[in-house]
């Protein structure tokens, strides 16, 4: 699975952004896909997972709420989209998928290149 992250960029706090990562090379419906995140000095962290085949969304609790996600299994695009930014929201975005529902990025198959976000005060 080839995954290509874009969309991010610099927001000030309250605003909003929608990142895109585009699939290439699914071989399978069961794929699950996935945004995570990554500080400066910090662990990747999970964001939000959709599964491709039901579209049954996952949030890590600090967006919940806040971020959406989606996938568009026609266009094969998967979509983040973030309300109500946060500076702590600041970090490089990464999309990746996995082979079963996960929560740690060491259990993701394939990653995407990072999207920047940065969120202004």
């Known amino acids: 699975v080839q995954l290509q992250a874009s969309g991010g960029g610099l927001v000030q706090a309250g605003g909003s952004l929608r990142l895109s990562c585009a699939v290439s090379?699914?071989?399978?419906?069961?794929?699950?896909m996935n945004w995570f995140r990554q500080a400066p000095g910090e662990e990747r962290e999970f964001v939000a997972s959709?599964?491709?085949?039901?579209?049954?969304?996952r949030y890590a609790d600090f967006v919940k709420g806040r971020f959406t996600i989606s996938r568009d299994s026609a266009e094969n695009m998967v979509y983040l989209r973030m309300n109500s930014l946060k500076p702590d929201d600041t970090a490089v975005y990464f999309c990746a998928s996995a082979s079963a529902i996960i929560s740690t990025a060491a259990d993701a198959v394939s990653w995407g290149q990072g999207t920047q976000v940065t969120v202004s005060s």
């Open positions: 959709v599964t491709w085949r039901e579209g049954k969304k």
């Open positions: 090379g699914l071989t399978t419906s069961d794929n699950v």
